[in-house]
């Protein structure tokens, strides 16, 4: 091959392998080319799905929230958010005082209301919501936990703060959605449950000032009457009671570690009361940490504990913030109460999978919220119930510091347990020391006590001022006087009691069923007039068939007493669950079987009863009012002991009234000013013109004015004005038969 043929192949070889470069090259290009386009792609995509998730993510703070989630948000970002201040930095002593209250005997498990009953309460709240989207927003719940980062909780008020709104007011947003389903109210027999911190005991301040006044010993702040708070329930009638109640206590002083020791003591009770008796904790510096700790434990389930027997409500509990302690008292053992701790802490896992969900049972929200359907299912006791429930315990507990439970020793369980018919007497109940002293019955001391109880004295013990006060011998007193008046309440209607006995049994309201009579008939009453045909009880009334009163007012009134001092709860209804109450009294349904008058008496829980004597004085005045611009007033009677109210205090006093009608309505102002003006033009300041005194009167078709504990007098004026407005008042009086105002006296007052 010569040598130009070779050189034209090597030519043709390296054109080749150029192209093979070069194709190479133009593949390698495309390739980057195309890994390029790739890359763009697969940035666009992820950018498209970080802004999608962006998107999804601000959709789901700012939508609203399953209740699964909604609980989620609940804890991570309320109540872990709660920060708790040093203990060292705190107040410390004992808790507030509990000297002359019913303390318990035994401390027992609330084995009936276990982990698993929770877990079913917490799957029927979730079945009940399913997905819909009721709660608030991530966003919102995220906002509100910030305020509980910024300042940490060191005593009751910071702690109140946290639970209701990290703990009460979610609960309540999860409940409230199911009184909306009328299946569900009628499950539950329940219309609504909200909580308040305003539980109404009608105990009037002005007697306890009074008290103070004229109290020999220092000035002390007495014992607190009634709890931080309660679960308010309105039944399908529109009844309001008290569900449960419950207190706040500062973290460090109803801390984890030495709760769960304190409840395991079936006798933590009763060992507290004997350190207390003894002095210990003023003679005994040394006294062990555990033992101080189980004394605020001990008396703040005490304090709890008898909120609970004077509203008569089964359930109660005490939150620390970190830590739920609910409780019940069963009627049926009688020295017993039971607990149940909830630490919703062991809360940890955070993720979506149904094992994490099922977990948010333990959440405090899901925790109290099953508490709170759990109560409904417990009456609340009003009345004659209420009487007898404080008279059975008056009869089985001891008061702090004024008695002893005789034998220490722990019985079996069932022990506890007594029928309502196996309840002993005083007299037959060998364990109650009725002289209330100490010294009479010695409790052994375990080995660890450092002095021996002293036989002579009732120690008092240190308190922390931010929770109350000591109770002083004034408050031990008052706990023997009402221990008394409950024993010989029961025992004082005696004979009365027992004829009717079987209306006790029945619900107090389905008794009270006739409507009220009209003004024209207890008008007609008053002054001896016909019968008022129109009275819904005019059939009852005329019980001598000749269309007049069989008594006149005295005599009506004398009778009504003899029937409330005889038994109260037999013709009077309280009706401060339908709202008819203010700050010291309550309106009652009265009923005069026998007779069939059927009119209101406006209790009141004074001793001092100069608030109803001044109204007294104000309807006099305006005598040719009533019954057209005012209720009849019919007199005033005096109770003993009187009617037993939830929360322990009793009406003393009672005006009895004609019933005037209900909230009038807003649209009916004019009417309201116009009845105003008419009492002002006959000698009287109304000064307390609120919508809940101003009533729509169908019958006398005006605004009726009621309620004048605050009006005043207006001077007799010196011309004859006075006696041109007394001739028209009289023109009202003298037409008792009609059922509207006279025409021209209407005129007259515009």
């Not at 008419?678 to 009167?697: R, S």
Request: charged residues 30%; glycine residues 6%; contains cysteine.
């Amino acid at each position: 091959m010569s040598e130009r043929r070779i050189q034209e192949l090597e030519r043709q070889l390296q054109q080749a392998k150029a192209r093979e470069e070069e194709a190479k090259a133009r593949e390698e290009e495309a390739k980057a080319r195309e890994e390029e386009a790739k890359a763009r792609e697969e940035n666009e995509r992820r950018e498209k799905e970080e802004a999608k998730a962006r998107e999804e993510d601000e959709r789901r703070k700012n939508q609203k929230t399953t209740v699964t989630e909604y609980l989620h948000n609940c804890h991570f970002h309320l109540y872990q958010n709660l920060k708790l201040a040093d203990a060292s930095k705190s107040s410390t002593g004992l808790a507030t005082s509990v000297d002359g209250r019913f303390y318990p005997r035994w401390l027992r498990p609330w084995k009936a209301n276990t982990e698993r009953q929770h877990h079913q309460q917490f799957e029927e709240i979730r079945s009940i919501h399913g997905e819909e989207r009721l709660f608030h927003e991530q966003s919102t719940t995220k906002n509100i936990g910030t305020s509980f980062i910024r300042k940490k909780a060191g005593n009751e008020k910071a702690v109140e703060y946290f639970e209701k709104s990290a703990v009460e007011e979610p609960t309540w947003n999860i409940l409230e959605p199911i009184w909306k389903r009328k299946q569900l109210c009628q499950r539950y027999q329940c219309a609504d449950l909200r909580f308040t911190d305003n539980v109404r005991d009608f105990r009037d301040e002005s007697d306890d000032a009074q008290a103070r006044r004229t109290d020999i010993t220092p000035a002390i702040t007495p014992p607190k009457l009634k709890p931080d708070g309660g679960g308010i329930r309105k039944g399908l009638d529109g009844k309001e009671s008290v569900a449960f109640v419950y207190d706040y206590k500062a973290a460090h002083k109803f801390s984890v570690k030495h709760l769960e020791a304190a409840l395991a003591k079936e006798t933590l009770f009763v060992d507290v009361h004997e350190w207390v008796l003894c002095e210990q904790y003023a003679r005994d510096p040394e006294l062990r940490k555990q033992e101080q700790e189980e004394a605020r434990i001990a008396m703040a389930l005490i304090q709890v504990f008898n909120y609970m027997l004077s509203y008569a409500v089964d359930y109660g509990f005490v939150t620390a913030g970190k830590s739920l302690v609910q409780l019940t008292y069963d009627r049926a053992e009688p020295l017993v109460l039971r607990w149940r701790l909830c630490i919703p802490n062991n809360v940890e896992a955070q993720g979506t999978t149904e094992a994490q969900i099922s977990q948010l049972y333990q959440t405090a929200v899901a925790q109290l919220a099953s508490f709170c359907l759990l109560s409904l299912r417990s009456t609340t006791l009003t009345g004659r119930s209420l009487e007898e429930a404080l008279h059975h315990a008056n009869i089985h507990l001891r008061l702090w510091k004024v008695t002893r439970y005789k034998d220490p020793a722990t019985p079996p369980e069932s022990d506890g347990k007594a029928s309502p018919s196996a309840w002993p007497s005083r007299g037959t109940d060998k364990t109650y020391l009725s002289d209330g002293s100490p010294s009479t019955n010695k409790y052994p001391l375990r080995s660890r006590s450092r002095a021996s109880c002293k036989d002579a004295t009732m120690p008092s013990q240190t308190r922390d001022d931010d929770e109350g006060g000591d109770g002083d011998k004034r408050g031990r007193a008052e706990s023997h006087q009402r221990r008394t008046r409950v024993g010989s309440s029961t025992n004082k209607r005696g004979q009365g009691s027992n004829k009717r006995k079987d209306s006790g049994s029945k619900n107090p309201a389905s008794a009270f069923t006739r409507q009220y009579c009209t003004q024209a008939c207890l008008l007609g009453l008053k002054h001896g007039y016909q019968l008022d045909r129109k009275c819904p009880n005019v059939l009852s009334h005329d019980v001598e068939g000749n269309g007049r009163h069989p008594l006149d007012a005295m005599k009506f009134t004398q009778l009504m007493a003899k029937q409330l001092r005889e038994d109260v709860y037999e013709v009077s209804l309280a009706l401060d669950g339908w709202g008819k109450c203010g700050i010291s009294g309550v309106l009652f349904k009265l009923e005069m079987a026998s007779l069939g008058y059927t009119f209101v008496g406006k209790g009141t829980t004074s001793m001092n009863p100069s608030h109803l004597t001044h109204e007294g004085k104000i309807y006099r005045k305006l005598s040719n009012l009533q019954g057209y611009i005012i209720p009849v007033h019919l007199g005033m009677v005096s109770l003993d002991p009187g009617y037993l109210l939830p929360g322990g205090a009793r009406v003393a006093h009672m005006m009895l009234l004609s019933w005037a009608g209900h909230v009038a309505s807003s649209k009916r102002k004019s009417e309201a000013n116009r009845s105003i003006q008419t009492i002002y033009e006959n000698g009287v300041v109304h000064q307390d013109q609120c919508a809940a005194n101003l009533l729509w009167n169908a019958e006398r078709r005006c605004v009726m004015v009621i309620d004048f504990h605050l009006a005043s007098l207006i001077p007799e004026p010196k011309d004859d004005s006075r006696i041109r407005l007394k001739r028209k008042g009289n023109a009202l009086q003298s037409d008792h038969g009609k059922r509207s105002l006279p025409r021209g006296f209407l005129q007259s007052v515009r």
